[in-house]
């Protein structure tokens, strides 16, 4: 059985996309036996442990910042360790600036052993690339010495090149489990608008709450948490808001499918993204969705004006816009024939494109040109 190595900064219990994807993925390849070293979050996080099919190795007090910057040196000491025990045939780094600098310095000393860069990134660019120049030349190494990188959308795929990466491209994006979010919609009351969204800046959920001031008898339905909550929730009572903004906190994702059914449009401004697991899972649910064309959603959510030339999928807004937010809302209230043949456009696309069955066979199929790189 070959073995693979996984280097991420996070995984289960502290999870985010790319921990959703690289589990996703890996409990699809029952033929490959896979460890990943990630950095433990928490004193009560198992040091060692297997999480679906993988075998997961913590490193780190649980002591925050520290600990983050110490997990780019320390993952080197234990993949050498295991590479000495199970002489992996080849490795993988979740995101380049969390993960990709021990990669590289692994590489460095097992140039031999071929070696896969995903690019996760949803954070801008510009802002990533300062956090790194404390470890510049390794963190250029970690593209430039990656056998393959595997960007989520095209968006990264351009970053890629701008890094310097000669080598092939192959684009993977993330997926939804199409099955699990299947159903009908669920009676409610007034119109609801949801995100299911970590509440960061770059997801503009406070331009949400500034339309809503132009969308009177509208809700507002937030699922998840974040270090803007109480920057959101005070913006919420200074638009005069608040008795219509519901801040549900972390929801655990089987139930995720629930508050979608029972919701009438998701809506996701972000001003950068690398992808987003939530708006395929939206389009599964079968929502109409409202977004920027910022980054990755750019290969997916196509707009009947601005993009005449493919099946419309979605409504497209500018970044920073709250008027132009309350204007779709307002379009997709008030044409639900047009809604139907685009949320039926969505799902189909999803379906064939993005389901995560998919996206485990074309992993499969990347893992054996890897091996074949021994």
């Known amino acids: 059985m070959k073995r693979v ?3 991420s900064l996070a995984y289960y219990p502290h999870v985010g996309g790319a921990e959703v994807a690289i589990k996703e993925v890996t409990d699809r390849i029952r033929d490959i036996e896979f460890h990943l070293v990630t950095l433990r979050f928490s004193n009560t996080d198992k040091r060692e442990e297997s999480v679906g099919n993988i075998v997961v190795h913590r490193i780190g007090n649980g002591s925050g910042k520290l600990d983050k910057f110490l997990f780019q040196f320390g993952a080197v000491h234990v993949a050498w360790r295991l590479h000495r025990m199970k002489k992996f045939d080849a490795i993988w780094a979740m995101m380049a600036h969390s993960a990709g600098v021990p990669a590289a310095f692994f590489n460095l000393f097992h140039p031999d052993v071929p070696y896969a860069l995903s690019l996760q990134e949803g954070d ?58 299947a ?3 669920i009676p409610h009351e007034q119109t609801i608008l949801i995100t299911t969204s970590r509440l960061v800046s ?31 929730r005070a913006l919420a009572v200074a ?16 139930d995720m499918p629930k508050y979608l059914h029972a919701a009438d449009i998701f809506i996701r401004p972000s001003r950068t ?20 064309q910022e980054g990755g959603i750019a290969d997916f959510l196509f707009d009947a004006k601005r993009n005449p030339d493919k099946e419309t999928t979605g409504w497209a807004v500018d970044k920073n816009s709250p008027e132009q937010i309350a204007e779709a809302v307002r379009d997709i209230l008030a044409h639900p024939e047009q809604v ?29 040109r890897l091996f074949q790189n021994r």
């Open 202 to 232: 770059k997801n503009a959920i406070d331009d949400v709450i500034r339309a809503l001031a132009l969308l009177p008898e509208v809700r507002f339905q937030v699922l998840g948490s974040g270090p803007e909550e109480s920057n959101l």
């Open 124 to 181: 801008p660019i510009p802002h990533i690339e300062r956090t790194m120049v404390p470890l510049w030349p390794l963190f250029t190494r970690a593209f430039t010495r990656a056998t393959m990188v595997l960007p989520l959308s095209s968006y990264l795929a351009r970053w890629a090149r701008n890094r310097r990466f000669t080598g092939p491209i192959e684009i993977v994006p993330n997926g939804v489990s199409v099955q699990d979010f």
């Open 273 to 292: 993204e690398g992808f987003g697991i939530s708006f395929m899972e939206a389009m599964a649910a079968g929502l109409p969705v409202t977004a920027t």
């Open 239 to 254: 638009c005069g808001v608040h008795d219509r903004v519901e801040f549900l906190g972390h929801i655990d994702r089987s």
């Open 5 to 7: 190595l996984i280097f």
């Open 340 to 368: 139907a043949r685009v949320t039926a456009t969505a799902k189909h696309m999803v379906t064939e494109k993005y389901d995560w069955n998919l996206i485990a066979k074309q992993m499969r199929s990347i893992f054996d």
């Open 183 to 185: 159903g009908v919609a």
